[in-house]
């Protein structure tokens, strides 16, 4: 069955830098887009990042543009989320989720990233 | 501040039918697919409609979507005591170059 497992949340500093990761497995992970998606404490859902299977293609939210970057290691079956100069606004638990077409199959559990002095 | 606009809530009786719409544009929903989520309190959000009216393997036939213009909607037939949870609407929007989440619906079983 297809498993998702984030780490790497935390609490860190303002203007500090944390990565997140997502182990998969369950399928071939190579073969699929992948995306994260963070949700702030008591709020909806906000896209981030999306990459594609091969990890040569990258979108990203304006909200994390220029800050965030999503990469992957297929040897690994691992996407990451690499996060600097954070905000106190990025508070939030994130989640990575797998890309079929236009939506988001299955999602793992989230990792809280707390960002705060 | 998302682009797809939903009702804050919902409520209704055990056994009843509530909708749950999903308002966009032409950049969004007009042009693309709108799918959607269920998350159950304290959960990860899951999968429950994609491609405007297809139910993935597993989610029951009470569940249903529909797309018309530059809305969508969800209907839930026969409520449970199980369906109380946020329930969002997801497309892509040409304008921003990315996905969109609906701002979400919280479904309340009387």
């Known amino acids: 069955q297809v498993q998702l497992v984030e780490s790497g949340g935390g609490v860190v500093q303002p203007g500090r830098s944390l990565r997140l990761s997502c182990a998969a497995s369950?399928?071939?992970?190579?073969?699929?887009?992948m995306h994260w998606v963070r949700q702030a404490p008591g709020k909806g859902l906000e896209w981030v990042a999306v990459i594609s299977y091969d990890g040569h293609i990258q979108y990203y939210a304006d909200s994390v543009k220029g800050r965030f970057t999503i990469s992957r290691d297929n040897s690994k079956n691992t996407l990451y989320l690499q996060m600097n100069s954070l905000r106190p606004e990025d508070t939030a638990v994130f989640y990575c989720?797998?890309?079929?077409?236009?939506?988001?199959?299955?999602w793992g559990q989230g990792t809280l990233v707390t960002v705060s002095s | 501040q998302s682009v797809l606009t939903q009702p804050p809530s919902v409520s209704g009786a055990p056994g009843q039918r509530v909708t749950i719409s999903c308002t966009g544009s032409?950049?969004?929903?007009?042009?693309?697919?709108v799918h959607w989520y269920r998350q159950l309190p304290g959960t990860a959000p899951k999968l429950l409609i994609y491609?405007?009216?297809n139910r993935p393997s597993g989610v029951p036939d009470r569940f249903s979507g529909s797309k018309s213009g530059t809305s969508a909607s969800l209907a839930i037939t026969g409520l449970q005591a199980e369906d109380e949870a946020d329930y969002y609407c997801q497309s892509y929007d040409s304008s921003l170059s990315g996905y969109v989440f609906g701002t979400g619906t919280k479904v309340t079983v009387l």
């Open positions: 032409s950049s969004n929903i007009g042009a693309y697919d």
């Open positions: 369950g399928f071939t992970f190579s073969n699929y887009g």
């Open positions: 989720a797998r890309a079929d077409g236009w939506y988001m199959d299955y």
């Open positions: 491609g405007n009216s």
